[in-house]
Structure formats: structure tokens, C-alpha cells
């Protein structure tokens, strides 16, 4: 197993859209004040209420490519249209001070992190079932029906790729998913 997140290591959270992977990793930040959640930087419009610097850094296409190109990022991917990536330096910064490292990215992502760091520990997270997840994100009620089934048609994919992630974590009660995932990071309940 690998080495949990109290020591400093790096820990990964993905799951399709919709999953509650926000809503969980807020609580586990809320309970685990030590630990330190990498912002990502997108290319997406702000939605209402996200605050640039502690939601996302909103950059444009042009100096996402120029971050990516300098080889600031740990990785980066396409989603729905948008550009999301995890620059480096932040999360190299906390690793290095022995903090506990979470990353909250996109199946892609993950992959492209499994190779820059294949000590972290990755996590999926799945919905209990589709026509749940589909419930959940026409629920949110912030994207037109092409954008859903986009969402709907790429979570259909990243479902498939479970078997890929050291653990899989079923988000349908959310306290019992805190628990599981305050077990498999190591941390102490």
C-alpha cells in the first residue's frame, strides 16, 4: 500500500463529473486541515461565486499553452471543452515541507500524474450508478442539454476505467465515503 498522506505524499481524487468529488474532498478539508489542495489552473469561465486563486486560477488559452509549454504543469487535459491542469510548483512546494498533498483532476490527468509521480496514491470515485450520476448533474442545473450530454457520454468512459486507480470509492453515502477515504489516506479519523 502506499504511504499515506499524513507523511507528505501525494494523494489523487477522480471521478466523472457529477461524482461529488467536490462535495467530498471539502468535508475530508474541513476534518484534515493538513491537508494542502492543489488549485488548478482552467481555462473555463468562473461560474458564479468562484474566486479566482482559491477556486481555480482562470488563465486564458494563450498563457495556458505558454504554462504548459515551460513545463509548468503536472499535468493538464481537455475536458468538455475547457483546459484544466495542476501547475507544478505550488504542489512541489508543499510536498517538499512534508505536508499531505491532494489533487482533485479528471481521469486524464490522473493518468498523466501516475507517470510524473508514480508514488501517489490514486482514488476513483464512483457514482452508486449512471442513472444516479445523470440525476446529479441535471441537478446542478448550471449547463445546456449538449454540455450534460457530453458530460453524460465522457463519464460513460472514465466509468471504464476504475480498475486503473489503487482504490474505488462508491460516493453514495457521503459520510461513509469521508470514512473510506480518511482510511485509505491514512489519516487519523
Sequence with gaps: MASSAAEGKLTVITGPSGVGKGSLVKQLLELHPEIWLSISATTREARQGEIEGDHYFFLNRDRFAELVQAGGCLEWAEFAGNRYGTPRQPVEQQLSLG??????????GARQVRRSFPEAFQIFLAPPSFEELERRIRGRATDPEEAIQRRLARAREELMAQQEFDAVVIND?????VIELESLMGLSC
Excluded at 453515502?173 to 465515503?177: S, W
Design 173 to 177: 453515502n457521503l459520510q461513509v465515503a
Design 99 to 108: 505536508r499531505p498533498v491532494l489533487l482533485e483532476i479528471e481521469l486524464e
